[in-house]
């Protein structure tokens, strides 16, 4: 970066180029007042606060002055100090009138300056005050806005056009009575806000102000407990409660950007209902007990199931050094390998198919790099709800110039800024896929180089590739041939292109087929390898990435190394001193098949809550309720821990220290925070408990670092990983050694497979295993809430998160929906050959005809009791995303209406 040398106020300074004067002032410490600037922001000198002198250019505003070589600034002389005197009275008195004893006291910018200027009352007193007043809007369950303490500095309305792309406000009316507003100066909570709080934490002054604010006595960094994205936080403590939370900027997957759950989700961490003893059923009820009697009673009964009449469910909301735990004491302890965890439900597909084609079943790039690609195709991904960080960075490429497709059933946020938008049926990705490739291996769009040196079986691949023509393409997706072309030589030609994919490509009977068909196309186009390229899985939960990297998987060890591998085998039993066995366990679904079976009788279930969470749930339920010992290990008294012979009170994340791997491989520290709740324990600290009682060896740690050591002994990809380099920050897998600095993309000279080239997966179309019939005309697809999370065990103890969405909605296109002669918010029933749900119904052109929409977190509308547990055959996913179902209006519901400011 090229330098200049400036003066300001007599000191010489130098800077890079490119910056303004404001920028090159406060980086060197030199204050220039300035309301309207936010380095987050594109300046827009509005303010007239940040005015300097520039020799031979006179009065300049500073935020828009870029600096020069040579440059002769001052800041301050009587003039500048009058401009800025005229203004701060002005906005103080019309805008603010009690700022000089603002109780927003030093977090109020306009206070600073009316100090720094030396604003008197007995100056303001000459001016007259505005005596026109306006309500404060309190619709916003996190946040006041008070237009009267609004100075019309724009940053609010700039972070959410420039940062979030809602554009949920802007200025509005015109002289004295403009104003920021929404859309129809409607109350905040009916426009298209999304609660993310960015206008709240940038806002100078008083005019936008956190419900509940407390000022915390320490903050400590860690990780969010939410989505995959793994974004960098600070927990603000007072005593032993959380009351704040706030973006680390420091952290390189969210540079302090948080969503809604991430700033404001966090008060189930101190809610009354959380677990906070040992409980056992005793004659059909629980009763609170020590944890002496409890590991006793649980261990007399395990000892009575060792083997493959056990089983273990793990956790994504688990730590690594836990989920290693969890998996060592069931193949060492137990001797089974009947261990799976949800990532079995959303992207085992995404182990299996990358596994094949790239030999690493992960993200490729990393998240900062989507911002930079030329072309994204966004496929079965609704990123701006499930993953909003990553959906920031598309907001951000598009805004670059970059070219987006969005491939969806439903119309999705997205759509919004899409170049084209694929709405395919569900369930025909491939097809969909396919016939882009045929378009560019036809008009020769491929890149020929990167597939003759870097890859093999293509031309296999490509004799497959012929029976996809466009017709074919057309008539399975529903998208015009037309349509189809022109994404394939946008996706071809625009360089980089990035591929994003969530579980609208996984959940399906086929869905490892969707998986490699975005495998194929990467590599036919040499997309892979380069920065902003890549095929990157955008995982739903915390530490999914993580649970799978630990082994919590029935054929893996740590590492993804086969549990049916001799050599391998012998490698684990050296390091944990016992015989292992050699037979890949049960996965996720088949463990519940074997529990109805009875062939599993005992389970310890940890941190999941599968009666919600599982397909065709009513078949869970059932098999639950025939187990003849179940303990479960959570934070709440979940649907399913309803059901426990044993109930083990765990931690929140803010009450241990450990590791989580986002979606990128990046592995963080989270640090402990708070006391424990209670009695409870952290669950490593449990299972030990348990593994020891049970005989096992080598479960004497005393911290979640000395877990971690052991990880990397038994991990090559984790090998260069410790606590001592994450206190730095995030570490990237593979890091293989204690100086590798961890890789933020993979494959950038070979693939991890068997010959080190990308390998093409010859690929066929396969229908869903339930399509509509007269009986039920609809497919229902599956769908997350920006305000919910997963089985909402967390969310659904925030208040705020549930007055924004509190019940289950089904989304129905108003065709259909005259149709059926269903009113939006009307009740109604959903039906499909499994069960029965009642919900309440929106009337959207989002969902198209003929397609339905639900989510699946909430126990009052169990939407999982609908869906189908048909498995994909290679990574034995059950097909979530379609099922066929009809539906019914109740009868005498007219008057029933939802509380449609619910989003």
Known sequence: MDKVTLTINGLKITVDKGMTVLEAALRNGIYIPHLCYHPDLKPVGVCRLCMVEIEGQGLTISCQAPVEQGLMVKTENPEIDKVRRVAVELLIVNYHADCLTCAQNNQNELQRIAAHIGITKERLERLRPPTKTVSVDTSNPFFDRDPNQCVLCGICVRTCEEIQGVSSIDFAFRGYNTTISTFGN???????????????????????????????????????????CGCGIYLGVRGNNIVSVRGDVDNPVNKGNLCVKGRFGYDFINHPERLSAPLIKRNGEFVEANWEEALELVTRKLSNYKGDGFATI??????????????????????????????????????????????????????????????????????????????????????????????NPRKIDLCRFTNIFLQHRPGTDVALLMGMMRVIVDEGLLDET?????????????????????????????????????????????????????????????????????????????????????????????????????????????????????????????????RLNDSPGLTHIEIFDAIHQGKIKALYLVGENPILSEANAKHVEEAINRLEFLVVQDIFLSETARLADVILPAVTFAEKDGTFTNTERRVQLIRKTIEPIGEAKPDWWITCQIAKRLGGKGFDFLHPKDIMEEIASLTPSYKGISYERLENGGLQWPCVTGEHPGTPILHTQAFATKSGKGKFIPLGYKPSAEVPDDKYPLILTTERSLYQFHTATMTRRVEGLNILRSHEMVEINSKDAAALGIGDGERVRVISRRGVVEAFAKVTDVSPLGVVSMSFHFSESPTNVLTNSALDPVAKIPETKVCAVRIEKLEGEEDRSADYTQR
């Open 186 to 228: 409607k109350p905040i909570a009916e426009s298209r806000c999304e609660s993310c709080g960015e206008c709240v934490v940038r806002c100078p002054v008083g005019a936008l102000t956190p419900k509940k604010f407390q000022q915390p006595s320490r903050e400590v960094k860690t990780i969010c407990p939410y989505c995959g």
């Open 450 to 578: 990167f597939i003759e040196k870097r890859c093999e079986n293509f031309e296999d691949f490509k004799d497959l590739l012929s029976s996809f023509n466009l017709d074919f393409a057309e008539q399975i997706t529903g998208v015009s041939r037309e349509k189809i072309i022109k994404a394939a030589r946008l996706y071809a030609t625009c360089k980089p292109a990035t591929i994003l994919y969530a579980m609208g490509i996984t959940q399906h009977t086929h869905g490892t087929d969707n998986v490699l068909a975005t495998s194929n196309l990467a590599l036919l186009t040499g997309n892979i390898g380069k920065p902003s390229t890549g095929v990157n899985p955008l995982r739903g939960q915390n530490n999914v990435q993580g649970a799978c990297d630990m082994g919590a998987l029935p054929n893996v060890y740590p590492g993804y190394q086969k549990v049916n591998d001799p050599m391998i085998k012998s490698k684990f039993e050296n390091a944990w001193g016992c």
């Open 314 to 407: 793990a956790s994504a909301k688990c730590t690594n050094e836990e989920n290693y735990l969890i998996q060592k004491f069931t193949r060492a302890v137990v001797g089974t390998n009947n261990i799976d965890h949800c990532a079995r439900l959303c992207h085992a597909p995404t182990v299996a198919g990358l596994a094949q084609s790239f030999g690493s079943g992960a993200m490729t790039n990393s998240i900062n790099e989507v911002s930079d690609a030329a072309c994204i195709l966004a496929i079965g991904t609704n990123t701006t709800v499930a993953h909003p960080i990553i959906g920031l960075q598309i907001k951000k490429a598009v805004q670059n110039g970059a070219k987006l497709i969005v491939a």
